[in-house]
């Protein structure tokens, strides 16, 4: 069965595919967001998606069996961006979808630049938990702050991805979150 959405850089049950470290990898494990382009192969054990189609809703927060058993567990996975789903999910319905959208958008742009000129090829998990745990306004500060202290053009990719890890690490102490997988 075919679940095609037109964004799947959220998804129905409430991840931000667009900052999933799955997202950004190369190869058959390349996940294509939450109703991308053959993600019924991929993720063929998904019993989200049905489910929405069958309630004729977008996101499982439109339901009205919203949260139903299928939440029961996710809130302990190692899955990190399980984490922020419940609250993400208020943010879009509080919000509305489309500033959501938006706001994901932004740091989609922000994760791509970080992981182009900023990472030394190791971190690409690190920078997508710091962009997904972090709000909006956190991730754009410790932006502006890595763009003024990576200036100088002698700075390896290593000491620039160092300098960007500090950064994230210190604003993330300040929020109290913690930027590593649950175990």
């Known amino acids: ?22 997202y950004y990898t190369d190869g058959d494990s390349k996940c294509p967001g939450c ?12 019993s989200i998606l049905p489910c929405i189609q069958y309630k004729g809703v977008e996101f499982c927060y439109l339901c009205d069996d919203f949260p139903c058993k299928k939440y029961d567990k996710w809130d302990k996975d190692s899955f990190i961006t399980h984490k922020n789903m419940m609250k993400d999910f208020e943010k879009a319905k509080t919000l509305g979808i489309s500033v959501y959208k938006k706001e994901l958008n932004e740091k989609v742009k922000i994760l791509e630049d970080l992981l182009t000129n ?22 754009k ?4 702050q890595i763009k003024n202290e990576t200036k100088s053009n002698d700075l390896t990719e290593k000491e620039m991805s160092s300098i960007t890890i500090k950064l994230f690490e210190t604003i993330a102490k300040e929020r109290n979150i913690v930027l590593k997988l649950r175990k």
């Open 118 to 139: 900023y990472n030394d090829g190791r971190h690409k998990s690190f920078f997508c938990l710091a962009v997904n745990l972090l709000e909006l306004n956190d991730v």
């Open 1 to 22: 069965m075919n679940h095609e959405r037109t964004y799947p850089l959220f998804s129905a049950c409430g991840l931000n595919c667009g900052l999933c470290p799955r």
């Open 141 to 144: 500060y410790v932006l502006e």
């Open 35 to 46: 109703g991308g382009e053959d993600f019924s192969q991929k993720h063929c054990s998904c």
